[in-house]
Each structure stands twice: as structure tokens, then as C-alpha cells.
DNA sequence: GCCTGTAATGTTATCGTTATCAGCCAAGGC
DNA sequence: GCCTTGGCTGATAACGATAACATTACAGGC
């Protein structure tokens, strides 16, 4: 550490000797705060800006015991699911004055313990985590930082302080009660990296609980989700022989559809293809895909009130399920003349 | 500002009384540092893990000036392409030992300023930052804060600090040049936010120096990517005649072709479509598109590396522009006889 | 003119960590 | 036995900001 008296060439202390005040007076000119002649505190404020002075957080921290940031956690960005969410939590939190920190976690909880960990050296005032299958680390290291914290797009009855999010097991149950309706008889369902998508599987267990029995799966090696969808649907014809198909999301099931146009087969005669979370894809597609559409958005914002509201000690819902909507499409049959409420 | 003694029953405090040590031991410990026996170190190590001790980033980087973590900032992350830029320099960015910070800008120069300004706030040691159009404030400020910056995607010959990416006017004209081969005489081209895309911009210019004249141009609200291409293009029909279109990007010609079906017209017999980018969804259509594949992943790697030697005061190339490869497809007209190298 | 109240400003100590330097102790050389 | 030498370890003072408290200046009431 050198011991030079007090650097005077840059920071706060070039300002306050610029503008002939105290660093105090800087400070609270710059934030805002009362205690500011109104002269004093423009010519501060000119004088900052040609100085080209910014506040050093890492102090400001320091001094508040925690930083105006919340660490936000996402699987990935790679289609407009998450991104929706994202955009709904920013903006509310942002609004509320303070910074996001985003992260990716690729679907691995070891990646998200050591993120999640590396965010609470900087002290947020809040976390965010996209899921409720963390690594077993995650739960006690959160307790004992005593963060409020968000877990968001699954539900839990059970999180780790407080949720909002979709019931995938009913989700899964509402899509197979549309299409059992429609007279489809062997379902079969394409995700990614079998086993280890705890939101798919749930879809599942949720279509095999209306149908009453197990459901034949297929994956694919992770890849870009057109691939992917492809790749599942080859292995399930295969190995299989569905008259409906469902997928993870519907770029896959997209994927999922040139196979079937490849192999010659009728859509929606001859197999259905149902897809998930009515993305902007569906807009263009000469036939719509059948999809459920969830309320991403809607989520965001609503999760991002919950979390600052228990960041100011208000208490709520501990955990919240929104509804999702079955949208029909054309790549299912039309349905008959029974009126189907959608969900 | 509190004034009792010190809070010895949490952070670095607490574990040196656990271990019955001074905090300065513990602080060589956590970092990994020399004077340390290695029984004390141990011992240490499990006690902050035990109590699940996080060490205060900011007080490190207050401590020590500046953090050790590098800023990043991109338009968005709705496909492939900054994804997989971004993966190729988070890699070699994290192996350095430096956490990554990401946001995006959405194309709009004001945000990106406001968040490089945020991000200065907290000392960062690099900045990386997507394009060479950028707010008139932001080149003094990062000049000002000295800090190693790399600018990336676009190339410019008088960059900021340090650059590598790609000459989008000269992969404009090669793509041109290969349009042109095959015959088509009427080109136009579809972006998004006409007038205030540099990248777009950049690679029409190109088109226009192969063709000798200005290009019809169309584009369309922001919204998603596939409903941008199909607007843009049904625009373009309906006010020029062309027999090809370019798009800003694969997602956007998909867009296109959907519509080019939809009018009847045959593709590539009545009217050409290029892509750009050679994205994931290029490998299940069952026609692909003709596109431009980008080196992304390696612009993502180099850009890191140069950036982490001029971080560590290593002189390199300050501009580094990398080569595009045009991917022939089905949406454009056979090639002849003669055998066209692509790029 | 003296006193009191209020707004503007300055002084000091502190947040948690680390650089620097000083001290301590055991081993080895004479 | 005395003095180095070198490896561990600890005490102290920063880093840049802010909270709490102290001080000053000025206006108005008596």
C-alpha cells in the first residue's frame, strides 16, 4: 500500500479541491442528498463531469455494508424465454434504483453455486435464481448471507425464500388433457440432456399423469435447439411410433416438424406436434405450431415486486404458480364441436 | 457509521478468532499467497468454510484499486451470435482469473453509456465493448479512467483502445460479388431499424460498391427476428421488384422465405435469399439458406487474448480485422461451370 | 445587542481487506 | 553460547466513500 499522503489528482478529493469544499460536501452533492447549498451543488456537479468523475462503488459499498445490485441467474439466453423474463425483472428493479448483474448458468449447479458465490463477495442487496434444483451448497450459503432471494420459472412450495413461477406438472397435464381430447393415443415427449432438465421432466410427469403410464422420451446431444428437436424426433420415430410429439420449447419443435415433412408424413393427421412457451418463431410459420403460451413478462414483473417488497420487509406470498394457456395451432387436429376452454 | 468496536462474529474477524489467528493470516490464506504454513492453511480453509465466510469484494478492490473483473457489453443475445462471441471470450477472460460482468445495450447508445459509466464505478481492470459506434462521451471517459478497453464484431482502424472483428462493407461485397455471379440483377436488402444499424449499414455500402448504385432497402418494427424478416420482406415486394434479397441475418431470411412462399414466387428461380451469420437454424431447413459464416468464436478467443496482453502492457496489433466466408445454399441460383472459391 | 434555531459545511472514524514493515522464533554457523 | 538467517506471523495504515457528530454562518425574536 503506498503511503503517499492522499492521492488529490483524481477522485473525489480532486473534485472537493477543484470546487474549494470538503469531499463530504462532494459526496453529498453528488448523490443528491440534502444538506447542499443549490449553487454549490451545480458547480459540483460541473466540475465532476469535466473532470470525468466517476463515484468509486467498491468504496461506497464498503461503507453501506452492501452494494445497490442484484445478482440475477439464468440458464441461458440463447431464445426469448428467459429474455422475457429478464426484461420484465430489469426494469422493475432497475426502476427501484438499483443495478442487475446477469449470468448464465448452462444448466449446471455447480457453474451457478460458484457464480452465486462470487456475487455475494460483492454484498447484493438481492439475489435472483432462475429454477428450484440448486446444487445442495446453494440453499445454506444463501440462509447465512441472509439475502433475500428469488427463485423464479418453477414453482416450489418450498423455496428457499420466496418464488414465483409455472407449475409444470400441470402445465404438462393441461396440454395432455387438449390433445388426448383431439383422440391422439401414443404421446412421446423431446427434450435436452434427458434426465437433467428437472422443468421437462415435470412436463412430463404431469402428461403421464393424465394418460396413466410412462412416456416415451428421446433427447439429443446439447446443440443448437433446431438440431436438437430434429434429432429427438429421428430417434423417436425410430425407436417409437407416436401420433403426437411433444417438445421442450417450440424451436425444437420446429426442428421436430422438418423431420416429419422429411419423412413424408401428414401433420396433423398422421402426428401431432405440440410445442412450448408460443415463441416469436410461431408468428411466421405458414402453420402455426399448437403451444402453450406462459405468461414470461408478466412473471418477471410480478417476481421483481415480490423480491423488493421482502427486501423492505414486507411480508407476502411465500410462492406464487401463474396460470399457462394452451394456444392452438395447426399442427394438431381442429378440434371438434365441443367448445375446449383452452387450459 | 456505527461505532462500536468491530463485529467480530462474521467475515474475516470471525474466522481469525476461530483459528486463533490475526486476520492478516487469513487473509493470506483465502488468497492463496506465500507466509502461510501449510497446516495453518489448511486448518484456516476449513473454517471459512464451515462458516461459510465469502471475503468482501469490495474491500479488495478498494484495497487494491482497482477489481478484478472485466466488463462486457453487447446489443443482445437473442441468437447465436453474440452468444457465440461471448463464449469464446469469457473462457479465456475467466482461465485469466478475471470474473466477467455482461449487459446489453439494445442498440442504443445511451444505455451503453450509462452502463459503462456503472461499470467504471467499480474499477474495472478491461472493458469490452460490441461495435465502434458509440455515444461522443464515451471515448474520453474510458480514456480518462485508463482502462484497457477492446472493441469487437466491428473493425475500425482508429479504435478506442484495442479491436478485432469484421469488415462488414468488404463482407458486403463478397457476398455481393457471388450474388452477382449467378446472375441476379435487382438486389435489396432487409434490416432492422433502417438508419441506426452501423453493422447493416456498413455491409450495404459494400452491395453498393459491387453494384454501382444505391440498393432498395426495408425494415421493420423491432419485435422478434423471424416477424422482422417476413414484414421487411413483404415491404420490399410490394415497393421494388427484386430478384434478391439479403438479410441482416439468417432468423430475418427464414423470415423472408416464408413470405416468398406464401406469394408464390420460387426460390431461387424468381428471387434469391441470403442470410448472414450461418446460424443454428440453417442446419434443418430443407433447403438451406445461402448465408455468410462469421468467425465467431475465434474473434471471441483472439479479442480476449489481445485484450489480456495489452492488459498486461504486451504491444500487439491495435486493429485486427478477421475474414468471412460466403456459405453457399439453396435459396440462391446453382453456380455454373466455373468454380467460385466462396469468399 | 444577545440569544436561539436552522441550514450549510467540515472533521473524524469507520466499512473489510491488503501492502508494508517490524517482530519473533528456531535452526545453523562460528 | 552468540549471532545470523530466513520463514511465519502480527500491528498498523491505507484504499475512497459515508454516517455521525461538530462547527460555523446567518436570520429573526426578544
Redesign the interface.
Known sequence: ?ARRPRDTTSGIYAVAAEAGVSVMTVSRAMRGVEGVSSVRRDAILQIARR??Y??????R???QTN?DLVGISVP?????VF?DVLQGMRGTIQRAGY?????TTEYDAEVELRWV??I????PAAMILTGIDHHPDLR??LR??GIPTLETWDFSSDPIDICVGLDHVAAGADVARYVQDLGYVRPAFVGARVGTDPRADARVRGLEQVWGGPIARAGAAP?????M??DGMRTLMADHAPDVVFFLNDLMA??GM?VA??MGLDVPGDIGIVGFNA???N????VPLTTVSTPRRQMGVMGARNLLARMHGVAGARAVALPVKVQPGGTTRPQGRRLQAGA
Do not use: K, Q, Y
Open positions: 500500500m473532470l470525468n466517476v463515484p468509486n462503488s467498491a468504496a459499498a464498503l461503507s452494494a441461458n439466453l440463447l431464445n426469448d429474455a443495478s442487475t448483474v446477469i449470468d458465490s462470487r455475494l463477495s460483492w454484498r445454506p450459503m447465512d448471507a446443440e443448437n435447439a433446431f438440431r428437436g430434429a420446429f426442428g422438418t415433412a422429411e415463441l416469436g418463431l408468428t411466421v410459420l405458414p
